[in-house]
């Protein structure tokens, strides 16, 4: 592949661009908001004017609710040799444009298995993807060339191709994905008007739990109103626990002692089952992702203090691979964890020392 459209530049457009580009794909940037496109275009993700010609491959990344109208658009005007989407719902953008009489033997429906809670073109990374399953979802229509375009797009950015049917992929992600968001923005909802007392004492525990609570609720609504019949099924099974659960934890209130073992054992079987769920979540498949190593600073909370880190890490000439930052609970300071290759961990830290900034031991 030589040459890449990417039509919504935002969180996962901007992601596919900047590992297109690093691996020497020439990718044009398109945006319904200009300001997106600029900002793709100036972390390196590609060029914002439009190809001269057809291109190999035009990667539609906007919310679902866009899909069919912006695949439609591209293809009527010959954008590229193939098109694909990444939406998180696979069936709906198929029959859409089949009933609109598009013809879509160029087209395949993706949907790459990796992304986080913040949106936009600032939020993506070239690595977004690395040991990822990818889902592809051809069909007997399916031009072959079109599907060897798509397998490359997955391999340059270092995923793992995963071919399924197009339904059984909706399914799929209402267990393992758009269940799990709502769950998460229940459980965080009963912090709202939580007492601060009881809010301060947050710890790892409900930050793993909520962290895709933050996720954008407008991305959400579309994504769960393209799937709405798996998602409340996989529900109503949670609510069927929840039930039980609720029962179990009132007998364990109970004077009677067969109330209070039956209310053990209920509470046992729900955290068992949980750990038997748990143990099959696999590990990132494919090729391993790279292991930094963290080295932890203590910062207080002024303006600048992160550019001040950023700034001596350079001059180290280290390269900071993630970041993450921890803040004191009632206290104007905080932890930064910088993430680092291996080599470059000793390096950074004799330099952060010298420049007087307080580590945390590892
Ligand atoms: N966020 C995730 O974790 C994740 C993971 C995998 C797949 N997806 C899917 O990827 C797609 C994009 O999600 P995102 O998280 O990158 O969203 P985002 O909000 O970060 O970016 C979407 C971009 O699309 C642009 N856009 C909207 N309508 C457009 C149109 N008609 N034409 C051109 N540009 C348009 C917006 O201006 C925005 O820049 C969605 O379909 C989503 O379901 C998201
Ligand atoms: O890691 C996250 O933040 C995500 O929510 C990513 C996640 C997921 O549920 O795994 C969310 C929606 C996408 O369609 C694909 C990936």
């Known amino acids: 592949m030589r040459t890449a459209v990417v039509i919504g530049t935002g969180l996962i457009g901007t992601s596919a661009a900047l590992a ?9 940037l398109s945006d319904h908001d200009p300001a997106a496109a600029r ?7 590609g060029t914002y004017e439009p190809p001269e010609g057809p291109v190999d491959l035009a990667i539609v990344a906007v919310p679902p609710a866009h899909v069919a109208d912006a695949l439609a658009d591209a293809i009527g005007r010959g954008l590229a040799r193939a098109y694909v989407d990444v939406a998180s719902v696979k069936g709906g953008p198929r029959r859409e444009l089949e009933s609109r009489g598009v013809d879509v033997s160029s087209y395949i429906g993706t949907h790459p298995m990796a992304g986080k809670e913040r949106s936009g073109p600032l939020a993506a990374t070239a690595d977004l993807f690395e040991g990822r399953p990818w889902v592809l979802t051809p069909t007997r229509e399916t031009d072959h060339e079109v599907l060897n375009l798509a397998l490359e797009l997955v391999a340059l950015c270092r995923a793992v191709p995963v071919v399924m ?5 909706d399914r799929a992600v209402a267990l393992v994905s758009h269940t799990p968001q709502l769950v998460s923005s229940m459980v965080a909802a009963r912090l709202e008007e939580a007492e601060e007392s009881a809010v301060r004492l947050c710890g790892q525990g409900i930050r793993d739990v909520t962290r895709i609570a933050a996720s954008d609720p407008r991305m959400w609504v579309e994504i769960l109103s393209a799937n709405p019949g798996p998602v409340a099924d996989v529900l109503a099974g949670i609510a069927a626990d929840l039930e039980e659960t609720v029962h179990a934890l009132r007998g364990l209130q109970s004077a009677d002692a067969s109330d209070r073992r039956r209310g053990a054992k209920g509470i046992e079987d729900v955290l068992r089952r949980g750990n038997a769920g748990r143990d099959r979540v696999p590990g990132k498949h494919g090729a391993a992702p790279a292991q930094y190593e963290t080295v932890a600073v203590f910062i207080s909370d002024r303006p600048g203090e992160l550019a001040r880190i950023f700034a001596d890490a350079g001059r180290a000439g280290v390269n900071v691979e993630d970041v993450r930052i921890e803040h004191a609970t009632g206290q104007q ?17 004799a330099e952060l020392r010298e420049r007087g900034w307080a580590l945390r031991q590892q």
């Open 165 to 169: 049917d197009a339904d059984a992929h």
């Open 39 to 45: 900002t793709a275009a100036s972390l390196g993700a």
């Open 20 to 28: 297109l580009a690093g691996r020497g794909v020439t990718v044009h």
């Open 333 to 349: 300071a905080g932890l930064v964890q910088l993430m680092v290759e291996p080599r470059a961990a000793a390096v950074l830290t």
